[in-house]
């Protein structure tokens, strides 16, 4: 089906690119303005206060005036109700596009395809024979394909584990993910032109580096708060049951810091992580879960008792970094160092705090 491009339409999506950049700052605006975005979401999933999903379509009411609004739309779910991809808030794609400084004649690698609508943009700006853009999920690379045909564009767009890049169209002065990933791929720093700036979502920021030399590149984290969905890995259930028998320990820090405060440097120093939470029948917080891939699980109530198991102490990291950041951390202030061996983020100065982001994300 093709979703026709109306008055109404043209005009909420030009008002769209005009609140999305009122000063007209970036050259993106008229990317903005001239892409439909309805043709990419045609529908979308709305959660209720209940937590359960409702399918808006194209037609419905509120359907147009939403996808031209500043917001994240879930545009696919697994058969659990997890949301598996979705249309990201359009101020953040924004910050991600400005940041990559594209110029004339640049070639872009995308890992992270999803709906389509991030290669439309690029594929305006630059042309579509500069564009690759892989996904790993061959449903979702068919939709995007048809959706960028129905609106004009034809970047290459293949099925593939975009951490893994795509080496016959290599070199890429310019590399943006648009899934959450835990490190940057190596495959990606192998196949990036020298100079190249490489753009991607790690724990909950926006890592923004540039290549000095091959395999080294420096750079520091986008200011700009951040979550995207992961990439596809297998995972693991959290051990809440059998944490529950454990001898509770005591605990200063207050459980709603992993959820605010803490929620980015915990991020970078347990990636991958997952967290929950519980809540009383008025909404007021009573504890969080955290659980790793090890199979480490921990507890923390409000009342301070707080419960682990596994091979790792996930509160004590917790902990460690409610000590090294007593006030709110900057996430411009952290920086990043990469090298062939190892990457490195540093907070202020490589003799502050510092963590080691975990490697193989093309393995």
Same mark, same amino acid.
């Given at each position: 089906?093709?979703?026709?491009?109306?008055?109404?339409?043209?005009?909420?999506?030009?008002?769209?690119?005009?609140?999305?950049? =009122?000063?007209?700052?970036?050259?993106?605006?008229?990317?903005?303005?001239?892409?439909?975005?309805?043709?990419?979401?045609?529908?979308?999933?709305?959660?209720?206060?209940?937590?359960?999903?409702?399918?808006?379509?194209?037609?419905?009411?509120?359907?147009?005036?939403?996808?031209?609004?500043?917001?994240?739309?879930?545009?696919?779910?697994?058969?659990?109700?997890?949301?598996?991809?979705?249309?990201?808030?359009?101020?953040?794609?924004?910050?991600?596009?400005?940041?990559?400084?594209?110029?004339?004649?640049?070639?872009?690698?995308?890992?992270?395809?999803?709906?389509?609508?991030?290669?439309?943009?690029?594929?305006?700006?630059?042309?579509?024979?500069?564009?690759?853009?892989?996904?790993?999920?061959?449903?979702?690379?068919?939709?995007?394909?048809?959706?960028?045909?129905?609106?004009?564009? *034809?970047?290459?767009?293949? /099925?593939?584990?975009? /951490?893994?890049?795509?080496?016959?169209?290599?070199?890429?002065? *310019?590399?943006?993910?648009?899934?959450?990933?835990?490190?940057?791929?190596? /495959?990606?720093?192998?196949?990036?032109?020298?100079?190249?700036?490489?753009?991607? =979502?790690?724990?909950?920021?926006?890592?923004?580096?540039?290549?000095?030399?091959?395999?080294?590149?420096?750079?520091?984290?986008?200011?700009?708060?951040?979550?995207?969905?992961?990439?596809?890995? =297998?995972?693991?259930?959290?051990?809440?049951?059998?944490?529950?028998?454990?001898?509770?320990?005591?605990?200063?820090?207050?459980?709603?810091?992993?959820?605010?405060?803490?929620?980015?440097?915990?991020?970078?120093?347990?990636?991958?992580?997952?967290?929950?939470?519980?809540?009383?029948?008025?909404?007021?917080?009573?504890?969080?879960?955290?659980?790793?891939?090890?199979?480490?699980?921990?507890?923390?109530?409000?009342?301070?008792?707080?419960?682990?198991?596994?091979?790792?102490?996930?509160?004590?990291?917790?902990?460690?970094?409610?000590?090294?950041?007593?006030?709110? =951390?900057?996430?411009?202030?952290?920086?990043?160092?990469?090298?062939?061996?190892?990457?490195?983020?540093?907070?202020?100065?490589?003799?502050?705090?510092?963590?080691?982001?975990?490697?193989?994300?093309?393995?």
């Amino acid at each position: 089906m093709t979703w026709p491009d109306t008055k109404a339409s043209a005009a909420l999506r030009h008002k769209f690119a005009a609140d999305l950049d =009122p000063q007209r700052t970036t050259e993106w605006a008229e990317a903005f303005a001239a892409v439909p975005r309805h043709v990419f979401v045609p529908r979308f999933y709305a959660q209720a206060d209940d937590r359960s999903w409702r399918t808006v379509y194209w037609g419905d009411p509120g359907h147009l005036e939403t996808v031209y609004s500043d917001q994240a739309l879930t545009t696919q779910l697994d058969e659990h109700g997890i949301p598996t991809s979705s249309s990201s808030e359009p101020a953040l794609m924004l910050a991600m596009l400005n940041a990559l400084d594209v110029r004339d004649g640049d070639t872009v690698f995308e890992l992270g395809t999803g709906t389509g609508y991030n290669a439309a943009l690029l594929s305006h700006r630059l042309g579509d024979h500069k564009v690759t853009s892989l996904d790993v999920d061959p449903a979702l690379v068919e939709g995007a394909v048809q959706r960028l045909e129905q609106a004009g564009y *034809r970047p290459f767009v293949t /099925a593939a584990d975009g /951490a893994r890049g795509y080496p016959a169209r290599a070199p890429y002065a *310019r590399i943006i993910a648009t899934a959450a990933l835990r490190s940057v791929p190596t /495959a990606l720093l192998d196949q990036a032109a020298p100079g190249a700036v490489i753009v991607a =979502p790690i724990g909950y920021g926006v890592l923004h580096t540039t290549l000095i030399a091959p395999g080294h590149a420096t750079g520091r984290f986008l200011s700009t708060p951040a979550h995207f969905m992961p990439r596809r890995v =297998p995972t693991i259930a959290p051990a809440f049951e059998a944490v529950r028998d454990r001898e509770p320990t005591d605990t200063k820090v207050a459980p709603a810091e992993v959820l605010d405060r803490l929620r980015f440097p915990l991020s970078i120093a347990l990636p991958g992580h997952n967290s929950c939470s519980w809540r009383d029948d008025d909404g007021k917080l009573t504890a969080v879960g955290l659980w790793a891939e090890d199979g480490s699980t921990a507890t923390a109530h409000v009342s301070g008792a707080v419960r682990q198991i596994g091979p790792r102490r996930l509160w004590d990291v917790v902990e460690d970094l409610a000590a090294a950041f007593p006030g709110v =951390p900057r996430r411009e202030e952290f920086r990043v160092t990469v090298t062939p061996s190892r990457q490195t983020v540093w907070y202020e100065s490589p003799d502050g705090p510092t963590w080691e982001l975990p490697r193989g994300e093309a393995t």
